[in-house]
Nanobody, 125 residues
């Protein structure tokens, strides 16, 4: 069974940077995409980035393009999200998720079936 665990969240000032990590354990050979999502209370979980396993291409949501960067270390089974130029509206719980769907990166959070518990990111002065 696939398990994911996020780490690296915390409090950061506007304009600062933070690096999140997602550790993946278990059988991951059938996973077609790993994504980062974020969610604020009362709102739906929204995609931040999505990396397709077949070609390694990463897609980013418009609000984070040019500021966030995701990378995967297959040897260590980790996915990293580097977040720069953070803004107060980046405040959310950040989750990593895994999908077995071939078209997961074109879909919503509902196509992801394995999730970590999330890590809180707060951007505030």
């Amino acid at each position: 069974q696939l398990q994911l665990a996020e780490s690296g969240g915390g409090l950061v000032q506007p304009g600062g940077s933070l690096t999140l990590s997602c550790t993946i354990s278990g059988v991951a050979s059938d996973v077609h995409a790993i994504g980062w999502f974020r969610q604020v209370p009362g709102k739906e979980r929204l995609a931040v980035s999505c990396t397709a396993s077949d070609d390694g291409v990463t897609y980013y949501a418009d609000p984070v393009k040019g500021r966030f960067s995701s990378s995967r270390d297959t040897a260590k089974n980790t996915m990293t999200l580097q977040m720069n130029s953070l803004r107060p509206d980046d405040t959310a719980v950040y989750y990593c998720g895994a999908s077995y769907s071939y078209f997961a990166c074109a879909g919503t959070a509902s196509t992801f079936t394995s999730w970590g518990r999330g890590t809180q990111v707060t951007v505030s002065s």
